[in-house]
């Protein structure tokens, strides 16, 4: 009899949903602040097919971390170019956050208003793990390394000479995180910083517990 692997079962299900609204967030974020470049390369859209980058998808099935098609930007139609990139960064893990928050509210729900049984508990487990995966998208893509959310971020933040030095090493400075990555010297780091902001989440949401206990 086939066993299911809920957590597998949960990846794939980010793999069509969380990296779609992650692109498309990023996509919207730029045209909003001026720069249509996404929207009409055709990135404004929840076609997962427009996004999945090959290598990614299969690192997100196996390891929960995974990675899309980069969205064309360009910062030169933007108003304030160095606050709008950023600002255009920021849109696609605060919609892993939100997407989190909603899976944790369908866990919860699934706990409190279901009856008990192995089914119901593999159900919440399902949404557990869908959660947990928009956290670690949403972490992993806050990484100050080029080409992840993050280093664009930073790169606002830091005075341009900064942030040209790390865009002119930013092939050297990924190529360093994903070996550090592959020898596991990173699970430590992501993982905390995965269940602190699952601590926020689940303590945002308390008036769930609250309200049904």
């Known amino acids: 009899m086939w066993q299911i692997d ?11 949903t969380a990296i779609p609204v992650h692109e498309a967030s990023h996509a919207l974020a730029a045209d909003l602040l001026g720069d249509p470049t996404a929207k009409a390369a055709g990135r404004l859209s929840l076609n997962p097919l427009r996004h999945l980058d090959l290598f990614g998808c299969l690192c997100l099935l196996a390891a929960g971390i995974g990675w899309a098609k980069p969205v064309p930007v360009n ?7 160095r606050r709008d990139m950023a600002l255009t960064a920021a849109a696609g893990p605060v919609s892993n956050l939100l997407m989190a928050a909603l899976a944790l509210v369908a866990a919860k729900l699934v706990g409190w208003l279901m009856p008990a049984g192995e089914g119901t508990y593999l159900f919440y487990l399902f949404w557990l793990n869908l959660c947990l995966i928009n956290i670690s998208l949403a972490v992993f893509n806050l990484l100050p390394v080029p ?3 993050g280093s664009r971020i930073l790169a606002a933040l830091l005075p341009a000479g900064g942030a040209v030095w790390m865009a002119r090493r930013g092939k050297f400075i ?26 926020y989440l689940d303590l945002a949401t308390r008036w769930i517990d609250l309200l049904l206990g």
């Open 147 to 149: 080409p992840f959310d």
């Open 174 to 199: 990924l190529i360093a995180v994903l070996v550090l990555l592959f020898l596991g010297v990173l699970d430590g780091p992501l993982q905390f910083l995965t269940r602190a902001v699952f601590g």
């Open 6 to 16: 809920y957590a597998v079962l949960a990846r794939a299900v980010a793999l069509v």
């Open 75 to 81: 910062p030169r139609q933007f108003a304030h170019p």
